[in-house]
T-cell receptor, first 113, second 114 residues
Framework: DAKTTQPTSMDCAEGRAANLPCNHS???????VYWYRQIHSQGPQYIIH???NNETNEMASLIITEDRKSSTLILPHATLRDTAVYYC??????????????FGTGTRLKVLA | EAQVTQNPRYLITVTGKKLTVTCSQN?????MSWYRQDPGLGLRQIYY???????DKGDVPEGYKVSRKEKRNFPLILESPSPNQTSLYFC?????????????FGPGTRLTVT
C-alpha cells in the first residue's frame, strides 16, 4: 500500500503562506491524494484532494509533482485558526472495487501571531 | 443538518464487557468506515463498508466487529474489550458514487478500557 511521510511539525507566521509537504513515493497511478486537518481531537475535516493536476478551492491549493511522488498543501494566508494537525492521505483502490484510506501521522502546524 | 453522529462520546468500561459504539449518517452515503486514533500513530482504518451487507477489514480489524444492516447505521462492536483498545474512535461516511468523493467524520468516541 502507498504510504505517506510528513514532517512532524511546522510553524508559520500569521498572514503568510503555509506550505505543508507530503511524500508518497509508492503511490499508484489511480490513487488519489487527500488532505484533511484535525483541530484538537475533533473529527478530521476535509480540505482538498487531487489525482494528477494541481487543485485549488476556497481553503487551499494542492500541488502534485509530475511524477506524483510528492505533493504540497498550501494555505495561502494562514490564520491562528489554521493551527491544527494536517494529514496527507492516499486512497487505495482495491481489486474488489472498493477502496480504503491510508493516513500518515500528520504535520502539526502552529500559526504564530 | 447533514452529519455523522456517534454514541456514546465517552465511555469507560472494564475488560471483557461487550460494548457497541453506534454510528449514524443522514446523507444517504454508501461508504462508511471506522478508524481508531492513537498518539503517534495517526488514524488507522478498522473496518469499512461499501454498502448494506458489504463490509471489509481495514488495517487493524482484530478485536472488532461491524455490521451494516441499514445504509445509515454502521455500529462498531467490541465483543471482549481489552486495555489495548483504549483509543479515540471515529466513524466516517462518503457518498461512494464518484471516484473521488470526500469523507465526513463524526465527532469521535473516546473509549477507555480498564
Amino acid at each position: 500500500d502507498a504510504k505517506t511521510t510528513q514532517p512532524t511539525s511546522m510553524d508559520c507566521a500569521e498572514g503568510r503562506a503555509a506550505n505543508l509537504p507530503c511524500n508518497h513515493s509508492t503511490i499508484s497511478g489511480n490513487e488519489y491524494v487527500y488532505w484533511y486537518r484535525q483541530i484538537h481531537s475533533q473529527g478530521p475535516q476535509y480540505i482538498i484532494h487531487g489525482l494528477k493536476n494541481n487543485e485549488t478551492n476556497e481553503m487551499a491549493s494542492l500541488i502534485i509533482t509530475e511524477d506524483r511522488k510528492s505533493s504540497t498543501l498550501i494555505l495561502p494566508h494562514a490564520t491562528l485558526r489554521d493551527t491544527a494537525v494536517y494529514y496527507c492521505i492516499v486512497r487505495v483502490g482495491l481489486t474488489s472495487g472498493t477502496y480504503k484510506y491510508i493516513f500518515g501521522t500528520g504535520t502539526r502546524l502552529k500559526v504564530l501571531a | 443538518e447533514a452529519q455523522v453522529t456517534q454514541n456514546p462520546r465517552y465511555l469507560i468500561t472494564v475488560t471483557g464487557k461487550k460494548l457497541t459504539v453506534t454510528c449514524s449518517q443522514n446523507m444517504n452515503h454508501e461508504y462508511m468506515s471506522w478508524y481508531r486514533q492513537d498518539p503517534g500513530l495517526g488514524l488507522r482504518q478498522i473496518y469499512y463498508s461499501m454498502n448494506v451487507e458489504v463490509t471489509d477489514k481495514g488495517d487493524v480489524p482484530e478485536g472488532y466487529k461491524v455490521s451494516r444492516k441499514e445504509k445509515r447505521n454502521f455500529p462498531l462492536i467490541l465483543e471482549s474489550p481489552s486495555p489495548n483498545q483504549t483509543s479515540l474512535y471515529f466513524c466516517a461516511s462518503s457518498p461512494g458514487h464518484r471516484g473521488d468523493d470526500e469523507q465526513y467524520f463524526g465527532p469521535g468516541t473516546r473509549l477507555t478500557v480498564t
